[in-house]
Nanobody, 132 residues
C-alpha cells in the first residue's frame, strides 16, 4: 500500500496561485495514475486532475482547464498540482490519490471520474481556501 504525503495548501486571494505536492513512497508499480480529488463543504467529491505515470496523459475537470497543471518529478516520485487564477469556488480539501489500474485497464479519465472511491489510495488532504 502506498504512502502519500501532501503539502502546499493554504489561504490565497482570488486570482492567486498555489502549488500542491504529493510524495509517494512504498509503491513499486511502473504503471499507475496519480492525481487530486477535492471536496467542498456540502458538495460531492470531485476528481480535479489525474496523470498517468507511464505515458504522461492527463485529465482535468472542465472547471479548472487552463488554470491548473498537473506534473510529476520521476526522480523524486512526487506529483505537483500548480493552481493559478484561483477562484472562491476552488475552496475545498484537496486529496492526493493514486490508482493502480491506470496504464493497464483504465485511463486517466476513468480514474478522475470514478465514484468507486475505495479503489483509490488517499492522502491526508490539504485545505485550500480562496478568499479576499
Amino acid at each position: 500500500q502506498p504512502q502519500l504525503v501532501e503539502s502546499g495548501g493554504g489561504l490565497v486571494q482570488p486570482g492567486g496561485s498555489l502549488r500542491l505536492s504529493c510524495a509517494v513512497s512504498g509503491w513499486t508499480l511502473e504503471r499507475y495514475g496519480i492525481g487530486w480529488f477535492r471536496q467542498a463543504p456540502g458538495k460531492e467529491r470531485e476528481g480535479v486532475s489525474c496523470l498517468s505515470v507511464s505515458d504522461g496523459s492527463t485529465h482535468y475537470v472542465d472547471s479548472v482547464k487552463g488554470r491548473f497543471t498537473i506534473s510529476r518529478d520521476r526522480t523524486k516520485k512526487t506529483a505537483y498540482l500548480q493552481m493559478n487564477n484561483l477562484k472562491p469556488e476552488d475552496t475545498a480539501v484537496y486529496y492526493c490519490v493514486v490508482e493502480s489500474y491506470v496504464g493497464w485497464t483504465n485511463t486517466v479519465q476513468d480514474m478522475c471520474t470514478t465514484k468507486n472511491y475505495p479503489s483509490l489510495y488517499w492522502g491526508q488532504g490539504s485545505q485550500v481556501t480562496v478568499s479576499s
